[in-house]
């Protein structure tokens, strides 16, 4: 086109970078579906009464839903999700293992938040010694498979931990058990146990799809405002040439 010179070198630049842009929007858009997806599976499992251990094994996709259980918690191997955070106050989710009685099989039950803010002092909890009837819901981390990994450098109980591994656990403890955190709704035992689904909600990722729309229009708009003023400059520049050879 006679009145458009983008030039190569930004040619080449907007081919490359503006199908980048559209495409990680389009992500952004998709992610947020699945969010949004895992929101509704959520609140309706949620909903859901309660199931047996037995009817929870039997499920091929248990995340978030609901299991009553009834046998009692091991406080000699506690575990403690470190960096967790709670209206800004620095804090730790106490995990313990938990046996149902009625199917003998072991479960990761994380009991809730709690602060620790003196790092010098160890972490304060209780644990109840009696046998109790808790109800609970399965967790799993969504977008990934739930991986555990113990610090190797934390041998001594309780247990200090950056991730959780339940699958690993009952390896080191010789134990059957269920391989996904389940985590306790309030109830006797319970610390705070406000968790939230998911870290990123749909709105943010939609948020961030216009964010990266809108770099590929400006893009665009920069590519074509410069091709058009790079063509209105060489007409000046000729019209220049051909006045003084006159």
Do not use: C
Not at 6 to 14: D, E, F, K, R, Y
Not at 26 to 50: H, I, M, N, V
Not at 89 to 108: C, I, M, T
Not at 167 to 175: H, M, S, Y
């Amino acid at each position: 086109m006679k009145g458009f010179r983008p030039g190569v070198v930004p040619t080449l630049v907007v081919l490359l970078l503006l199908p980048a842009l559209v495409s990680l929007g389009f992500w952004q858009l998709s992610r947020g579906e699945q969010k949004r997806q895992l929101l509704t599976s959520y609140a309706e499992r949620r909903a859901a009464e309660p199931v047996s251990l037995f009817e929870l094994l039997a499920v091929e996709d248990p995340a978030f839903r609901r299991v009553r259980l009834h046998g009692h918690f091991d406080a000699d191997h506690s575990l403690l999700l470190d960096n967790r955070l709670h209206d800004g106050k620095v804090g730790v989710e106490l995990l313990q293992p938990f046996l149902d009685q009625a199917s003998g099989r072991w479960l990761l039950v994380n009991r809730g938040w709690l602060p620790w803010p003196d790092r010098r002092t160890p972490a304060a909890f209780s644990t109840p010694e009696q046998s109790l009837s808790l109800d609970a819901w399965v967790y799993v981390s969504p977008g990934a498979a739930f991986q555990l990994q113990a610090d190797p450098a934390a041998a001594r109980w309780p247990r200090l931990i950056t991730a959780v591994n339940p699958e690993a656990l009952w390896a080191e403890l010789g134990r059957s058990g269920f391989n996904h955190e389940v985590r306790q709704e309030s109830g006797a035992g319970a610390y705070l146990t406000a968790w939230p689904v998911v870290a990123m909600g749909p709105e943010k990722h939609l948020g961030y799809a216009v964010q990266w729309f809108a770099m590929a229009l400006a893009l665009l708009l920069l590519y074509l405002y410069f091709g058009w003023h790079n063509a209105r400059e060489n007409r000046h520049g000729n019209g220049h040439e051909s006045t003084q050879h006159l």
